[in-house]
């Protein structure tokens, strides 16, 4: 596959007494057809790293390619890259939608001829045909669809989202994201998004790109990163003669799920995958009777929790990127 987006040792540093380092080294590739999830807690460097990929924000240092192009080249960007950054807040309120397309379609400078075929085609995507109302009379939903459709419009091949569904109800979420899907499925566009809804990203994402303290601290498919954890929690049952020793759940912080006629299941998260052994040794000299484990495997918004709290708390992961 092409590379879209080629990111190289970003970093932005803010002028301030003493200087503020928003994005610390960030490299990243996006290629033809994915969907890129960019994730982080508050601050790690998303938006930051956002701006500058499209020219907003100076970058500090690295290099920013779009399609082999410096984005430097602003012209080349602007026909290459629609971003929607701030939500439905870029349109205009008192249009309806097709006269939101249109204008954009003339800022852009679009061809008459190319500006019908495209109006036309992004108000059929988004079901917005029959939809004549100002768009401030319309559901956040709708709002967010004129908003797509307006970035859409002047059909670049890359389209930047941020926190595409931030704000929507639970219909208009699941309405909402089948549409990002097809944009890359059957429209061909690539994207790169961000948000903090891990079942928008675990729908949508192809790949994620965890930062933490502006570093790119994780990255991989979705399975990929629950399975970085698969080795080191697991879920154990077993059966005891007696009542478990308080000092051997306190020295491997055993998490007791349930107890039962001398039956316990508890949750056992691992430093180290040679551990299990240790630990079952330990539990058979208590004359205990294993009954069964279990890798532990968790969903992508727990993984993504152990990963920031690894990488200690709110801030870079070891091994990841972002600020938000």
């Not at 790690?44 to 924000?57: E, F, H, M, P, S």
Request: with cysteine.
């Amino acid at each position: 596959m092409a590379t879209v987006l080629s990111v190289v040792g970003l970093k932005k540093t803010y002028p301030a007494n003493p200087p503020v380092p928003a994005v610390r080294g960030v490299d990243l590739e996006v290629q033809q057809g994915e969907i890129v999830a960019l994730l982080g807690p508050n601050g790690a460097g998303k938006t930051t790293t956002i701006k500058c990929i499209l020219n907003l924000v100076r970058p500090t240092a690295g290099q920013v390619q779009v399609f082999g192009r410096d984005h430097g080249d602003l012209h080349f960007l602007y026909r290459h890259v629609a971003a929607v950054l701030e939500g439905n807040r870029n349109i205009f309120w008192r249009l309806s939608p097709r006269h939101n397309l249109e204008v954009f379609a003339a800022y852009a400078g679009v061809p008459a001829r190319q500006a019908r075929q495209s109006i036309a085609r992004w108000l059929a995507f988004f079901g917005l045909e029959a939809v004549h109302a100002e768009v401030r009379h319309l559901s956040r939903g709708n709002q967010q669809k004129v908003a797509l459709a307006s970035a859409l419009v002047r059909e670049t091949p890359l389209v930047m989202l941020d926190e595409p569904t931030l704000g929507l109800d639970v219909e208009a979420k699941r309405e909402l994201v089948p549409m990002i899907r097809r944009l890359a499925r059957q429209e061909g566009k690539t994207i790169l998004l961000t948000s903090h809804q891990m079942d928008v990203v675990e729908a949508l994402a192809d790949r994620v790109v965890i930062v933490q303290h502006g570093q790119v601290v994780a990255q991989g498919s979705p399975a990929a990163l629950r399975r970085l954890f698969a080795a080191q929690a697991y879920v154990v049952t077993v059966r005891l003669p007696a009542a478990l020793p308080e000092e051997v759940r306190a020295r491997w912080r055993l998490q007791v799920l349930r107890q039962a006629d001398g039956e316990y299941a508890f949750k056992v998260t691992l430093a180290q995958e040679a551990d299990v052994y240790r630990l079952l040794d330990e539990m058979k000299a208590l004359g205990a009777t294993l009954l069964s484990v279990q890798a532990d495997l968790p969903d992508l918004e727990e993984a993504y929790v152990r990963l920031i709290r690894q990488n200690g708390g709110p801030g870079p992961l070891k091994g990841a990127d972002e600020s938000g």
